[in-house]
């Protein structure tokens, strides 16, 4: 589930989910980009996160 652009605090890069329980699991994680596609980030969901985060 994308979060809708008025949710999303003005921040110009967006890479979330608004229910992550729901988009993924432990070791499958999906995250929706600016434009509403789903990204796939590897390995366990709080490394992934993490990794994207820094990036």
Do not use: H
């Amino acid at each position: 589930m994308s979060v809708a652009k008025a949710q999303r605090g003005g921040y110009e890069f967006w890479l979330a989910s608004n229910l992550l329980e729901f988009t993924s699991d432990a070791y499958d994680c999906t995250v929706f980009d600016g434009e509403g596609n789903p990204v796939k980030l590897p390995g366990y969901r709080v490394d992934g996160i993490t990794d994207a985060a820094i990036r």
